[in-house]
């Protein structure tokens, strides 16, 4: 289709929308809420005030109601951080993803129920299927491989798509990598804007193209954590309000914890799995793993952190924007007392603890992993987490739009104005899901981290420049 065709379909399928005053008071108030507050402009290459003078004139003249959601969308992704949204609600949330739909979809985190397999970048860009239903109407299996849609490679797709002006809904990180990775991993959640798939066979050269056409009114329930099921230790059962779980993997003396969230009872969970797993007559290491963490409050990790660190461990603080007119002039809020990580000098973990990661991680699922890295024992696997080290609040909310926005940037207290929204969470042993490994049902990122703790000497880990050692 041609950007024409697409701009005529999307002013179609949504129709007018509210009134052109309506929505001029949520584009502007959106605008100058980011203009005056948002503390998220380091390390963005993003002119404010041009993307204003380039959507607001348009918005004035008289736009769609998809057409606007899409204006919206492009000033949310210019600003690279996954609390700062500004949405419509019915475009954003209450679409169905069905053939002829003009929404792009951009991530595949969390529960899904269009597409039944979850997938995860590649280096080369194509997408691995690592989960996936039985009698997928796809015949999609674990270990296969998504190159692109309609004979066309989906790096080079998602770009024109944007050009082309489609709204854009789903979740996104804040660093280059991460972003990307978003992008990447989606191409099975936009199936609906595609006739075909072109899938390689699991260890093979050989490409197949399938129809898309069976997964229209199809359903299904399936969650996206880019993690795979790790013998003796249960995933975490959201459905009944559990975010972490924990185990022993079937066959070691190695410790095992699921977080999923930061929210509900995680903070007795947390607690209680530490302490199940701590003991030296048990485990000789642990695995944390946090490549998929949805957030929420941070503090409910103290109490499990007590219980592995001996002493108190300043971290972070907090800082704003401080100056009218000036995106990079930011305040400190001097609050580093409440980020301190409790100790117990009657309780430390003193043998390995390998930290999964990954971009699924994100706000206070960025801001727990980190924590860990002060824990001389730490060392992390697998990619930086979404690196949205921020806090969020609420720009404006109605019964049509709602925006929220990063107010606040966190910076480490052994680095002052050097804020960690966008910048990559470093990994000590950089891995990821690989094929081959996938179709065998092996998490490639946990045998990693099993190798490292059972090669572990017990000797000190010198500091690696990520954070001051406690």
């Not at 007018?16 to 963005?44: M, N, R």
């Not at 190159?147 to 490679?153: K, P, S």
């Not at 890295?373 to 709602?402: I, Q, V, W």
């Not at 990994?427 to 190798?451: F, Q």
Request: aromatic share 12%.
């Amino acid at each position: 289709m041609t950007d024409q065709s697409w701009a005529e379909l999307i002013d179609e399928f949504w129709g007018p929308g509210v009134s052109t005053g309506e929505k001029l008071a949520f584009f502007d108030t959106f605008w100058h809420t980011i203009d005056q507050e948002f503390a998220c402009f380091q390390d963005l290459d993003v002119d404010w005030d041009a993307l204003r003078d380039l959507y607001r004139p348009e918005v004035v003249a008289g736009v769609s109601k998809g057409r606007f959601a899409a204006i919206m969308s492009r000033l949310s992704l210019a600003l690279r951080e996954p609390h700062t949204v500004a949405l419509d609600r019915e475009v954003f949330w209450r679409t169905p993803n069905e053939p002829g739909v003009p929404l792009l979809v951009v991530g595949q985190w969390g529960q899904i129920n269009d597409f039944g397999a979850c997938l995860t970048p590649l280096s080369n860009g194509s997408a691995l299927v690592y989960n996936v239903v039985e009698d997928h109407p796809m015949n999609l299996l674990r270990g296969e491989i998504i190159l692109g849609c309609d004979g066309r490679w989906w790096p080079d797709v998602y770009p024109e798509l944007l050009e082309a002006g489609l709204p854009v809904t789903g979740f996104w990180a804040s660093s280059d990598e991460g972003f990307e990775h978003a992008w990447l991993m989606a191409v099975g959640a936009n199936w609906h804007l595609f006739e075909t798939m072109d899938i390689q066979f699991s260890g093979s050269d050989l490409i197949d193209t399938r129809s898309t056409a069976p997964l229209e009114g199809w359903n299904t329930n399936l969650w996206c954590t880019e993690q795979l099921p790790v013998p003796g230790v249960p995933f975490p059962d959201i459905a009944h309000s559990q975010l972490v779980s924990w185990g022993i993997i079937e066959g070691t003396r190695i410790g095992y914890i699921y977080g999923w969230g930061w929210a509900w009872e995680a903070e007795q969970e947390f607690h209680d799995a530490v302490a199940a797993l701590m003991d030296p007559a048990t485990t000789d290491g642990l695995i944390i793993d946090f490549r998929f963490n949805l957030g929420g409050n941070m503090h409910l990790s103290n109490p499990g952190l007590a219980l592995l660190f001996d002493r108190e461990v300043p971290t972070i603080d907090w800082a704003t924007r401080c100056v009218s007119g000036n995106h990079l002039a930011m305040c400190d809020e001097n609050i580093a007392g409440a980020y301190v990580i409790p100790g117990d000098p009657e309780s430390v973990y003193d043998r390995p603890i390998a930290v999964l990661v990954g971009p699924g991680a994100v706000s206070s699922g960025d801001q727990v992993a980190l924590r860990l890295a002060f824990h001389p024992r730490a060392r992390f696997f697998g990619k930086s987490t979404n690196t949205a080290f921020n806090a969020a609040a609420l720009a404006y909310d109605d019964a049509e739009f709602r925006a929220t926005f990063a107010f606040a940037d966190a910076f480490l207290l052994a680095n002052p104005g050097e804020y960690l929204t966008h910048e990559p969470l470093p990994v000590d042993h950089p891995v990821w899901l690989t094929p081959s490994d996938v179709a065998a049902g092996v998490d490639t990122v946990v045998e990693a981290a099993i190798a490292w703790i059972e090669d572990f000497d017990r000797a000190p880990r010198q500091p690696s420049g990520r954070v001051t050692p406690p």
